[in-house]
């Protein structure tokens, strides 16, 4: 598994790369000074082989970096390691997802863990995924214990679905910012399984949403419109309704249905104005007045500017400030910074680059940790419109690009 690197701390083989054409050395040249093949030393400078400590003790003392070359193998090996648990945790849960699709039709225990499963929810707001991943898997796996064990009261089952479907929920969300569709729609359909046994419209709705979310991050749009309008149909409290119909604007936008994604996000307005109940859980569960402006922006960014783009900007700026205002706890900081890169990706719509990329300027600055995967699938989108009229050719634009470009390392 490929390690991920910011600007400021490039990957050890384009370190090594830069060192070896400072000093105009041919790969057989360096091959000849560390006694390793050219075609090797080739394959990690462009990332495709990371080697033992050895070869960069040997490429350390052949360039004279004095320990520099080997600190950064050691922290590439470092963050490797990090990626390589956290591809076998979220291997590991997927099974266990699985499994429990198989095994649905059994009854078991409920177990008093709704304040660890509302901590989790609340807690995703400001995580990175990688940890919650994990913190999902422990707690679900109590759950499991407990359902094996047999002890509960006949009128807890209901709530154990329930609670049992919301860390499906939290393991789906986790798995898709880890870019791992496949795994999010396991998770999600194990997520729908326990609803319909809990027979509760609300995760119903979340999940039918939820399941939308990964269609449409596979892009496939029409599939990801039968699921939101099937979750309609479910009567739910709080703000489950508001939110599909946002997924609904959602795939007309994606669709280029200018019409049917602005009336259906004036509904959910008008539907958010007419709110008489909460949430049962909030955090991953809710839909706050920032994430519904937050969606706005994330639709209207697919049709063909103009208007929708000018209304996208000012939707994205919106959620932005409402994220702001907010206590640490409440603010969605992934959702926020995928609304900065809205925000931009509106504004080049609308032929402003300098505004473009203040809007993007906080996202190019975030941690490797935070890097989801929307964020590197929208800010690859933002890239390639630098690349075309009416940017194609402008400096500033292609400074841009290639800060964007070098991210990865």
Same mark, same amino acid.
């Given at each position: ?13 384009? &370190?090594?790369? %830069?060192? /070896?054409?400072? *000093?105009?050395?041919? +790969?057989? $040249? #360096? ?113 499991? &214990?407990?359902? %094996?064990? /047999?002890?509960? *009261?006949?009128?807890? +089952?209901? $709530? #154990? ?249």
């Amino acid at each position: 598994m490929a390690a991920t690197h910011s600007a400021d701390h490039p990957s050890f083989g384009a &370190q090594l790369r %830069r060192l /070896r054409a400072e *000093r105009a050395w041919s +790969l057989r $040249d #360096l091959a000849e000074r560390i006694t390793y093949n050219r075609g090797y030393i080739g394959k990690v400078e462009q990332g495709e082989k990371f080697p033992e400590r050895q070869f960069a003790e040997r490429a350390d003392q052949a360039f004279g970096t004095r320990g520099a070359l080997v600190g950064a193998w050691e922290a590439e090996a470092s963050e490797r390691h990090d990626a390589e648990r956290t591809g076998r945790l979220l291997t590991a849960s997927v099974k266990d997802s699985l499994r429990l699709l198989t095994a649905a039709e059994e009854r078991h225990d409920l177990a008093e863990i709704s304040d660890g499963v509302g901590g989790l929810a609340m807690a995703y707001l400001g995580t990175p995924p990688g940890p919650m991943l994990q913190g999902a898997v422990e707690l679900r796996g109590e759950v499991l &214990q407990r359902l %094996r064990e /047999r002890h509960y *009261r006949p009128h807890e +089952l209901k $709530d #154990l679905y329930l609670l049992l479907g919301r860390l499906q929920g939290v393991l789906a969300y986790a798995a898709l910012d880890l870019g791992s569709a496949d795994a999010a729609m396991t998770h999600a359909q194990a997520a729908w399984t326990c609803a319909e046994h809990a027979g509760d419209n609300e995760l119903r709705a979340w999940t039918r949403g939820t399941q939308s979310l990964i269609a449409r991050f596979q892009g496939n749009y029409a599939h990801a419109l039968d699921y939101v309008h099937d979750g309609l149909r479910y009567k739910a409290r709080g703000t489950g309704r508001i939110r599909l119909l946002c997924g609904v604007a959602q795939c007309h936008a994606n669709l280029g249905d200018s019409v049917g994604a602005n009336r259906t996000l004036d509904l959910a307005q008008t539907e958010r104005e007419e709110l008489a109940t909460t949430d049962s859980v909030d955090g991953l569960f809710g839909f706050s007045v920032a994430k519904q402006h937050y969606y706005a922006g994330s639709s209207l960014i697919w049709l063909a500017g103009g208007a929708d783009a000018e209304r996208a900007a000012r939707e994205a700026e919106q959620a932005i400030t409402l994220w702001e205002k907010e206590p640490p706890e409440s603010r969605s900081l992934d959702d926020e910074a995928l609304a900065h890169v809205y925000q931009g990706t509106a504004l080049l719509q609308v032929g402003d680059l300098d505004s473009a990329t203040a809007a993007i300027r906080p996202i190019l600055d975030l941690p490797a940790d935070r890097q989801i995967s929307w964020i590197k699938k929208r800010l690859a989108r933002f890239a390639a419109m630098l690349r075309a009229d009416p940017y194609r050719g402008s400096s500033a634009a292609d400074d841009l690009y290639e800060e964007i470009r070098n991210l990865g390392g």
